[in-house]
């Protein structure tokens, strides 16, 4: 689904644009989220592990205000678009390189530089 419960066929240029203008709003959006819940886990000095990446993924995705914004279909998408590996450890820049971009703004808080090479 996509705009106004269209598929992306169906759109004129004009809904093409404004789907375009919500999904760029609403990324930044989950973004904006993301880094300060990271940036608050940074803060108290918690290193980056597989298990706080997938634990900050969560709390954001649940963020009241994310589910007040925006409808359930965008959050469902970046739901199913960001998981993250059921890994142990720290994540090093190359996993994080490969991870969506909702993994790579979390890491970005910490401070993990990323590859350039982005395999997703």
């Known amino acids: 689904m996509g705009y106004n419960g269209k598929m992306l ?9 404004a789907e375009q203008r919500a999904q760029a709003a609403f990324l930044t959006d989950v973004s904006r989220v993301v880094a300060t819940i990271a940036t608050r886990h940074h803060a108290a000095s918690s290193p980056l592990t597989w298990q ?3 634990d900050i993924r969560e709390e954001a995705l649940a963020a009241i ?3 007040a914004r925006w409808p359930a279909w965008r ?18 820049g190359a996993e994080v390189g490969a ?6 703004a979390i890491a970005a808080a910490f401070h993990i530089p990323e590859p350039y090479a982005r395999t997703k």
Do not use: F
């Open 52 to 54: 706080l990446l997938r």
């Open 75 to 92: 959050l469902d998408e970046i739901v199913a678009a960001s998981a993250v590996p059921p890994l142990d450890g720290c994540p090093t």
């Open 65 to 67: 205000g994310l589910a």
């Open 9 to 17: 066929e169906e759109l004129s240029r004009d809904e093409v644009l």
């Open 99 to 104: 991870l969506p971009v909702l993994g790579r």
